[in-house]
């Protein structure tokens, strides 16, 4: 049995997937101040890791890393539904990106939708 990572083409899909992402935020300034680290390659590397392994992929996150924890591992940046809403207007653009069929598209687009709006911790002012 497959698993959605190998349906969708394995790590090169997930590294364009989250290239394409990160190329967003790099332009969106309130966004890419959450991000403690001016270069944003450590960051591409921990997500693309993670939803590798969360697909079926490669465990390489969690032995490297841990238990994921994503809501306690964001704790301390105020995740604000703008914010979240700035991280989907990125992440969906990057999905654009990729070939998949509707299947698969919809899974993705799904899963990454309900992952922002529960990493949601503090609301706009």
Known sequence: MSTFYEEVGGHETFRKLVHEFYL????????KAMYPEEDLGPAEDRLRMFLEQYWGGPTTYSEQRG????????VPYAVTPTQRD?????MMNAVDT??????????LRDYLTRAAYSMVNAWDE
């Open 24 to 31: 967003g935020v790099a332009k969106d300034e309130p966004l």
């Open 86 to 90: 700035r991280w989907l207007l990125h």
């Open 67 to 74: 238990h994921p924890r994503l809501r306690m591992r964001h």
């Open 98 to 107: 990729l070939d998949l069929d509707a299947r698969h598209d919809g899974l």
